[in-house]
C-alpha cells in the first residue's frame, strides 16, 4: 500500500455517495435519500489516494447497544489492495470504543464476501446466537 492511502474519519459529499454507491453497482439514490442517509449515522471513515476518494464505509445504529455495518465500499479498480481492511479497522475501533458489555453488530454481507468480515470476528449466521438472519431492500425481490 502506497503512503497516499490515509483514512479519515468523516463523511463523504452526498454526491460523493452517490457516485459510489452506483459505481459499486447498488443502484442509484436521490440527493435527498443521500443526505438523510448520512445525517442518520453515527460514524464514517473516508479513504483517500492523495486527494481521491476512493473508499467509504459508515455504522449505523443507537451507538451503544446496536451497530450495523453499512456501505463498505471501495472504487472499482482500488479493491484487493487491503483498502476495504483499512476501512473496517476504523469502523471497528469506533465500535469497540463506544459498544457496550452485549452490544450486537451486524453486516449483510455481498455473497462470497463474508470471509471478509470473519476477520474482524464477525461470524455467519446461523451461529449458536442467532438464527438465519432476514433482510428486504424495498423496490428489489431479493
Known amino acids: ?3 497516499r492511502i490515509r483514512t479519515i474519519a468523516g463523511f463523504p459529499t452526498s454526491a ?3 457516485q459510489m454507491r452506483e459505481e459499486a453497482g447498488w443502484g442509484s439514490i436521490s440527493n435527498e435519500t443521500a443526505d438523510l442517509s448520512l445525517r442518520g449515522s453515527l ?12 473508499g467509504f464505509s459508515r455504522v449505523v445504529g443507537d451507538g451503544v447497544l446496536y451497530f ?4 463498505v465500499i471501495v472504487s472499482p479498480g482500488h479493491g484487493g489492495q487491503g483498502h476495504g481492511s483499512l ?11 463506544n459498544a457496550q458489555t452485549g452490544a450486537t453488530i451486524a453486516v449483510l454481507s455481498a455473497p462470497g464476501r463474508e470471509n471478509f468480515y470473519e476477520r474482524f470476528d464477525l461470524t455467519p449466521c446461523p451461529n449458536r446466537l442467532f438464527g438465519q438472519g432476514l433482510s428486504m431492500v424495498t423496490g428489489h425481490k431479493c
Not at 460514524?43 to 476512493?54: A, W
Not at 450495523?68 to 456501505?71: G, K, L, R
Not at 476501512?87 to 470504543?97: C, G, K, N, R, T
Request: charged share 20%; glycine share 6%; proline share 0%.
Open 43 to 54: 460514524f464514517g471513515v473516508c479513504l483517500f489516494d492523495g486527494e481521491t476518494l476512493i
Open 1 to 3: 500500500m502506497n503512503d
Open 87 to 97: 476501512l473496517m479497522e476504523a469502523v471497528m475501533d469506533y465500535i469497540q470504543s
Open 68 to 71: 450495523y455495518i453499512a456501505d
Open 16 to 18: 460523493q455517495y452517490i
